[in-house]
């Protein structure tokens, strides 16, 4: 029988031997943590399910991943649709550093919406 609960006796009383499943250990980023934070506070049911089901740490591994892949595809997209490039790079650094920043700050509102907080 798959779920047969054994039990261990202490001291006259007898607990069940319960263990959660084994779990990844995969390390996380800045984009797992906030979804970590954001599952807590407000996807508690999601938050309990995957932590008793063992998939908390895979779960969010894959949020990351999810994440990075879109800002990678995101960034260079937008660049070239601003008309971002090497030239403006060689010609006006400061100019290139500050559209960068902004098309990264967007990049990553686009992926906080779509990925981390959906």
């Given at each position: 029988m798959k779920n047969k609960i054994t039990y261990t006796e202490h001291n006259g009383l007898y607990y069940p031997d319960l263990a959660l499943p084994k779990q990844t250990n995969y390390p996380l980023g800045k984009y797992a943590n906030l979804r970590l934070d954001f599952i807590k506070k407000h996807r508690r049911g999601t938050y309990t399910t995957?932590?008793?089901?063992?998939?908390?740490?895979?779960?969010?591994?894959?949020?990351?991943?999810?994440?990075?892949?879109?800002l990678d595809d995101i960034i260079p997209r937008l660049a070239k649709e601003r008309g971002i490039d090497e030239d403006l790079k060689t010609y006006d650094a400061l100019q290139w550093v500050a559209e960068m920043n902004n098309i990264k700050a967007a990049a990553e509102e686009i992926v906080l919406k779509e990925v981390i907080y959906k």
């Open positions: 995957l932590l008793t089901e063992g998939r908390l740490n895979e779960h969010l591994h894959d949020i990351d991943l999810q994440a990075h892949a879109m």
